[in-house]
């Protein structure tokens, strides 16, 4: 170019030819340290124009890789021989020959169908090849500069797209087809060497002359091969043959939000084969979009496929978006933070709105109390997965059925009835198999409950049992059994036939779990609404999360903070009013008048769930310590007994260690903290439920 503009303008303008771009990037690295220099050479059509439409995306997200099978065949000493085979092998081998015909002929069209592909996405020719005048940076090993670990090989880096390469590559050598000259702040060298062969044979030593001529006398002292020690003064006035004018160029400054801003104007588009990227700095979308890549099906860029979207400092924990536009789903993930710990959530496009739609919602198990890992809702079922129970439950299904005239429910939603249950367990080494339940269904159309229990070993058949479900008359304040209602089979034949008074009590924990088990489901299906009500709000209305740190933002986000709490009250402030008897006012009907030993019997059961649920809890916390200090002494000994560790292992179990120290410390105040806020939430308890209407039956004498 005739004029070159400096560094500082190229900032200020965000614009410039390659040779100012260049020039900027290379003057930033040498600023690091690098050992940096601006290239004037030749490049192609196609770099030159910063054309990527026929390079494959490289932000597209690697296919998720199945880990192979680490189960080894299973090898029979007693195997049957297999019978002998009665099939003529000349028809065999003609069907052989058909098949290795259809094959070949497969083959041949994905051959040709590859070809063509090639030849269309082949550039047109170019008839300035070879003559377009190009500038990049190349970055060359230094043997005593502070970043010789760092680079050992010379590399190049585009200005215009920032992407590097290695010069040895053959791609590389289709895109930079030849060097005439370098310089940097110190020198300037002119490429002897020929360039017939590109940039993959070029030589780098800059201190050999018949390969690099430069044009001021003498050459720089880290560039030289001589150990000859000098003082540094008296070498460069040996060195010194001319006076250089001072420098026009202002101090690059580059200020945190130009920084963080990143592209002009704070967005940029790029066209990859089949794919658009678009690319934003932080803060600059509403929706706090960062990044969204865009795959299409053909070359032209009109019929999209998939969508990659990336996000960042949501207030709703979101971080990226897959959407499929063949499927018609969307898979929104989320990291930890959420309040209810959602971690992926799976759903269609067209009705993702609805209870009733397919949705897969994933979540924290670790960080739930109750193990939920995944909830699968569709028209007609809800599946839920947990994971680490207690009880030892680890799936739960219900399948409902849905009337015409059903009227619409809060929400949008029509109602359900739920027609069964299935509950999965698994297995409990502490009792009997022929009395550890693996299987239980619940039926309310049939009205049955059919349990399945595990299998003991040695055993081909489990013990079973079936109850057929009393009347609702007959489940009042005290159950009636009939012996003739239940049926079962132990594949025990030496064992006791069982009592009617146990199989009695098992009726009635197994009417009461379900009574749990459909408010667990209806619970679920509350959540769910909620959930999908807020992620409307969330989408409609994101929210921003700003770091302590971030010094552009902080004091705006402090005076914005401010004026809210003076304009509306707190969350604390606003108190919803929670019925605590509703669970048990639902299993008799929600009567509007309950007599007085009903509301004794309420009352203690309230209670008592109050106190089972704290001690649950507590020795739920205390299990977890436990495990974690087997798992701490577990490390500390293996790092003890260990000789040959190798200092990046030793750094990382001593990093394991001291997170699990820290995980029980968190235990550990948490428990304490449990303990001494039980008594406090219990008299709280008790003083509402004495406010309660439906108890006020107690206070009367």
């Not at 408010?519 to 302590?548: C, G, K, M, W, Y």
Request: proline fraction near 5%.
């Amino acid at each position: 170019p005739e004029h070159l503009r400096s560094p500082t303008w190229v900032l200020n303008y965000q614009k410039g030819n390659s040779f100012e771009c260049a020039t900027l990037l290379a003057s930033l690295l040498l600023g690091q340290s690098y050992n940096a220099f601006v290239v004037s050479g030749y490049a192609s059509r196609e770099q030159v124009l910063c054309d990527m439409t026929r390079r494959t995306c490289p932000y597209l997200p690697e296919p998720e890789r199945t880990p192979p099978s680490a189960d080894k065949p299973r090898i029979d000493r007693y195997r049957l021989k297999a019978p002998p085979d009665f099939r003529s092998r000349f028809l065999l081998e003609l069907e052989d020959r058909e098949r290795a015909k259809t094959e070949a002929e497969l083959q041949r069209q994905e051959e040709e169908r590859q070809r063509m592909i090639a030849e269309f996405e082949r550039p047109k020719p170019d008839k300035y090849f070879g003559h377009r005048i190009h500038a990049w940076v190349v970055i060359l090993p230094e043997d005593k500069g502070i970043r010789n670990r760092e680079i050992t090989e010379p590399i190049f880096a585009e200005p215009s797209s920032g992407t590097s390469y290695n010069p040895t590559d053959e791609e590389t050598n289709l895109l930079y087809l030849g060097v005439e000259s370098i310089w940097n702040d110190q020198n300037y060298w002119v490429n002897m060497q020929p360039r017939e062969k590109g940039c993959a044979e070029i030589n780098w030593d800059l201190s050999k002359v018949e390969l690099w001529e430069h044009l001021l006398p003498g050459e720089p002292r880290i560039a030289r091969k001589d150990t000859d020690e000098t003082e540094e003064d008296v070498g460069v006035k040996q060195d010194k043959h001319l006076d250089m004018p001072a420098s026009y160029v202002n101090e690059i400054r580059i200020y945190s939000s130009d920084f963080e801003r990143r592209y002009p104007r704070g967005g940029k588009t790029i066209l990859y084969k089949k794919a658009k990227v678009e690319l934003y700095a932080p803060y600059v979308r509403a929706d706090g979009l960062t990044q969204r890549v865009t795959v299409y099906e053909d070359y032209e860029y009109t019929t999209p496929v998939q969508s990659y979207e990336k996000y960042s400092n949501r207030g709703d924990c979101l971080t990226e978006s897959r959407k499929d536009f063949v499927a018609d789903t969307v898979t929104d993930f989320f990291e930890k933070g959420r309040p209810d710990h959602c971690k992926a959530h799976r759903y269609s496009a067209s009705n993702g709105d609805l209870i009733n739609g397919e949705r897969t919602i994933d979540f924290y198990d670790s960080a739930q109390f109750d193990g939920l890992s995944r909830i699968e809702i569709g028209p007609l079922y809800l599946t839920q997965h947990y994971v680490d129970r207690e009880d030892l439950l680890y799936y739960r299904h219900a399948e409902f059925s849905v009337d015409q005239d059903n009227t619409v429910t809060d929400g949008g939603v029509r109602s359900r009835r739920i027609s069964k249950i299935i509950e999965k367990y698994h297995r409990n080494e502490k009792i009997l198999a022929c009395k550890d339940v693996a299987i239980r269904e619940f039926t309310m159309i049939e009205n049955e409950i059919c349990i399945k229990f595990h299998y003991d070993r040695d055993r081909s058949t489990r013990a079973t049992r079936t109850f057929i479900k009393p009347s609702m008359a007959d489940r009042g304040d005290r159950l009636v059994f009939d012996p003739t209602m239940t049926h079962g089979y132990n594949p025990d034949p030496t064992a006791p036939p069982e009592k009617n008074l146990d199989l009695f009590y098992a009726l009635d924990k197994h009417l009461k779990d379900e009574d749990h088990s459909v408010l667990h489901i209806r619970d679920a299906e509350a959540d769910i609404v909620a959930f999908l009500r807020r992620r409307a709000d969330e989408n409609l209305n994101p929210q921003f999360t700003i770091s302590l740190f971030d010094g552009n933002r902080t004091a705006e986000t402090a005076a914005e903070l401010d004026t809210k709490a003076i304009r509306q009250p707190s969350k604390r402030e606003v108190v919803q009013e929670i019925n605590e008897l509703g669970p048990y006012l639902a299993r008799i009907g929600n009567p509007a008048y309950i007599s007085k030993t009903e509301a004794y019997l309420l009352r203690d059961d309230c209670l008592s769930d109050f106190k089972q649920m704290s001690i649950d809890k507590a020795n739920r916390i205390l299990r977890m310590i436990e495990k974690q200090a087997a798992e701490l002494e577990r490390m500390q000994a293996l790092l003890t007994q260990t000789v040959d560790l190798s200092k990046a292992e030793e750094e990382q179990m001593l990093a394991k260690i001291n997170e699990i120290s820290f995980n029980m410390h968190v235990l550990e105040t948490y428990l304490n903290r449990h303990r001494d806020v039980v008594p406090q939430r219990y008299r709280i308890l008790v003083d509402r439920l004495r406010q309660n209407p439906h108890l006020q039956v107690l206070q009367k004498y």
